[in-house]
């Protein structure tokens, strides 16, 4: 996570960037939502799960 970005619960990872694994309709919605940045957990696991590995989380809010 890039320590000059201001906005912590998010990365300096954009959706937009994730090398073409998300399709241009989920990024369009992204984009009209106004959600530009990944979480930190959508920037590990969103890769893993289009290499179709298993993934499992624990959020530390109880989500």
């Known amino acids: 996570m890039d320590s000059d970005f ?3 619960a998010l990365t300096s990872t954009r959706f937009s960037e ?3 694994q ?3 309709l989920v990024l369009e919605v992204l ?3 106004g959600l530009e940045f990944c ?3 959508q920037a ?15 959020a530390a809010n109880g989500s």
């Open 6 to 8: 201001p906005n912590k």
């Open 18 to 20: 994730m090398n073409s």
């Open 22 to 24: 998300l399709s241009k």
């Open 31 to 33: 984009s009209k939502f």
């Open 39 to 41: 979480t930190p957990v």
């Open 44 to 58: 590990t696991t969103i890769p893993l799960l289009y290499s179709s590995k298993d993934v499992a989380v624990d």
